[in-house]
């Protein structure tokens, strides 16, 4: 049998787990679709970031070759 302390617990996690879920319903419901041109503007920024971390990548692996000689 479970005594109080534990059924308190468990009504307690049941509480805060159906807070979060009301939370992201909240956060889902307000959400939308982006229009192509939010989308396209997006896109251009996360490709021009991945863009320029590889090229730093690139320069530092160059970099390295050339400094132990």
């Known amino acids: 049998?479970?005594?109080?302390k534990e059924k308190f617990k468990e009504a307690k996690s049941f509480k805060v787990e159906e807070e979060f879920f009301k939370k992201y319903w909240r956060v889902l419901k307000l959400a939308r679709t982006p229009t192509r041109d939010e989308f396209s503007k997006i896109a251009i920024v996360a490709a021009t970031g991945i863009l320029l971390i590889g090229l730093v990548g690139f320069i530092i692996y160059e970099i390295m070759l050339v400094l132990p000689k």
């Open 1 to 4: 049998m479970m005594d109080y």
